[in-house]
């Protein structure tokens, strides 16, 4: 068989063709392009991941699979609006998506049959060195339930030609005492390693969610993941073994156990930020409009009606004080990273430097603290 060309025995349980590009950043703009014309909107797939039986990671009663599920159902409202794309999600609070559910369970050999063979022919080709064979990350073992699930996915996205699909997870590390914050943060994108059929066009999208994050967000520090875009060739959300055709990519929003994420108020503002950018990080990509040095962010615009000062925790109006000194370049201070000084809603050492640093910038005698004149001058340039 040449590369490239199907067993013919096969073809109802391989879609993904190797050294065949499946998609490409010409070929999804032009889909987009043409939505007026043809009709045939964009399809997008959003996929939280885990669920109540297999959850992810956790932190102090902080599910990954919760976090996941807000996520999704936000960035699926994003979609839904515009008329251009065509959005499912597979899975909500209400459970999973009973179409794409029955189609997993009633294929079940099917899925099984179309991982092996793609498994097969990968093997064959790393064997014959045309597939240069790369672990970049180290992942946790997923339980067979899970891996045949997402195989499905990948198998029903392809039959039914899903153009991007989004995996959405929230990050964590081996060797992580379950009772204690860990030592990383940040935000990473997973797409397809460069020898795969869909790793142009994914890299593409996530290239430009990237730009969108990396302005309020850190990087993960995780050791081969500070790269910030990663190239995988295991995980199945991205099309491992090359089992999809679209572009996948897998977003890993900041760690489980960051201050953002442990207060509910705090969380829920945060989670439609995140769902924000990578909607907007997707709309750069299709139609580049991107705002320049202005972040379009959930947190802004902010009305701040009481003085802040260092000590204050778990608090909104710290949180978008942090988004909008980090829109005048002082947060976090040259010398500091974000992984230093991340958004938090905490007024600390990071917010308190900030703000002096914002106060000298508009010639008001720095305090460190935010009180009515500073509030007048915030206000006056974030409120509306």
């Known amino acids: 068989v040449e590369k490239g060309i199907l ?15 499946s998609v490409t950043e010409v070929s999804l703009r032009k889909t987009f392009q043409t939505t007026v014309v043809t009709n045939e909107k964009v399809k997008i797939l959003i996929v939280p991941g885990h669920d109540n039986e297999s959850w992810g990671t956790d932190f102090h009663g902080l599910r990954e699979a919760d976090l996941t599920i807000a996520l999704g159902e936000e960035l699926y409202e994003l979609f839904k609006k515009n008329s251009s794309f065509d959005v499912k999600i597979s899975r909500t609070r209400a459970g999973h998506d009973k179409e794409l559910n029955l189609y997993i369970e009633r294929n079940r050999q099917g899925i099984l049959d179309f991982m092996k063979v793609q498994k097969s022919k990968m093997g064959e080709f790393i064997d014959s060195g045309e597939i240069v064979f790369r672990i970049i990350v180290e992942h946790a073992t ?7 699930r997402l195989y499905g996915i990948n198998k029903w996205a392809n039959e039914n030609g899903y153009d991007i699909v989004i995996h959405i997870h929230f990050n964590d590390y081996a ?43 850190a990087v993960s520090n995780l050791p081969k993941e500070d790269a910030g875009i990663i190239e995988d060739q295991e995980l199945i959300g991205v099309g491992a073994y090359n089992t999809l055709d679209g572009a996948g990519l897998l977003i890993e929003y900041d760690y489980i156990y960051e201050p953002i994420l442990q207060d509910k108020n705090i969380r829920d503002i945060a989670i439609s930020d995140y769902a924000l950018q990578t909607y907007l990080g997707v709309m750069d990509f299709f139609a580049p409009s991107f705002p320049g040095v202005n972040i ?16 204050v925790k778990n608090d909104l109006g710290v949180l978008s004080l942090q988004a909008a000194l980090t829109n005048e370049g002082v947060y976090p201070l040259k010398g500091y990273t974000k992984n230093d000084c991340p958004l938090s809603g905490n007024f600390g050492p990071c917010t308190r430097r900030a703000v002096e640093a914002f106060q000298k910038k508009y010639g008001i005698t720095p305090s460190g603290a935010l009180d009515a004149k500073k509030r007048e001058k915030l206000n006056n340039i974030y409120s509306n």
Do not use: C, M
């Open 7 to 21: 067993y013919s025995k096969f073809a109802d349980y391989i879609s993904s063709v190797f050294f065949t590009d």
């Open 175 to 217: 060797g992580r005492k379950k009772s204690a914050a860990g030592k990383y943060s940040g935000f990473s994108i997973y797409v397809p390693e460069g020898q795969f059929s869909n790793a142009k066009g994914s890299r593409s999208v996530g290239e430009s969610i990237f730009r969108r994050f990396q302005h309020l967000y």
């Open 296 to 311: 379009q962010t959930a947190y802004l615009p902010y009305e701040w009606k009481r003085n802040l000062f260092q000590g």
């Open 142 to 148: 997923a339980t067979d339930r899970t891996i045949q």
